[in-house]
Every structure is written in structure tokens, then in C-alpha cells.
């Protein structure tokens, strides 16, 4: 039986790259790859849609092997989200993992998940180093992926290929 890995998407701005590429390179590794939202269908910054296979009130721990944030700035609905940050919780307590890329990052900083981690993020405003500092997270923004532990965090739409790779190394 394949392993299962869900694509948690914002409702809108998504970054598209950071969809698409991950989730092509998921498919070819020969993951099954369910989606979720908010909303039923979400629409990338530029344009592309993804009807979603669950709610995020649906989404199990128990259901998927990991599960991964796409990227950009709508992913910054989810940071007082805490359906949200129970789920990625019931996850790492599953000991299963967790990825996010690009700006999504830093619901992980909020959530408080990279307390004393290495982690990266889009950092171009100087949003992500800010942040780390404040939750007591190592700042990594000048790498392009960060893995500890469970916890992968990526960079932005430049990492979207080797974060996903970094992530299926994760769920072996």
C-alpha cells in the first residue's frame, strides 16, 4: 500500500510552484496525495485552481504518513488558526512529519514547533529572522531547505524541488 501525504493549500494566494512541483515529484515517488482547505477549491497567486479532496476540519493524523503546507502569502491564514496547529500537532505526536515551505514557515514559528530548531523561511522582508529570534528558533533563512527531526521547513519557490525530495526522504 503507498504511503499518503496531505497538501495543506490556503484558501487563496497560494504560491502555484510550490503546489505543483512537490506534488508531481510526491506522484512520481509513488505517493497517493490527498488536499485540504478551508474552502472546496483554492486559487493560486497565479491562478491555478485545486479542488480539494477534504476540509482541514477532516484531516487525521491517522489517515496520512505526512503532511505538508504549500507556500506564499495566503498560507498566513493558518497562523491563529489552531484547528490548524492541532492538526500539524497530532501529527508530530503521531511521529509522522511535517514540511512547509516558502512562507508558511512561519506558522511553525507561531505555533511553536521550531523552538531550538534549525529552520528556514522566506525571509525577504526580514519577517522569518525576526520571528525566529523571538520564539528561539536557530535562523537558517540563507539555506534553501532545513530539516530537524521531523520538522522540514524550505525557503521559498527555489526549494519547492528539493524540498520535496528532502520531504519523501522523511516518509521512508
Known sequence: MSKKIILLLASKNFRDIEYIVPRAFFEQAGFQIHTASTVPVSKGRFGFLVKH??????????NYDGIYLVGGGGSMEYLENENAKNIFTSFLNANK??????MAPRNFLNWGFLKGKN???????????KMAVEVGAIDGSEKEVVVDGLILT??????SEESALEFIQLLK
Open 53 to 62: 479532496d477534504v476540509q482541514i476540519q477532516d484531516i487525521k493524523a491517522t
Open 97 to 102: 512529519p511535517i514540511g512547509a515551505i516558502c
Open 119 to 129: 529552520a528556514t523561511g522566506w525571509n525577504n522582508d526580514g519577517g522569518f529572522s
Open 154 to 159: 524550505a525557503n521559498g519557490p527555489e526549494a
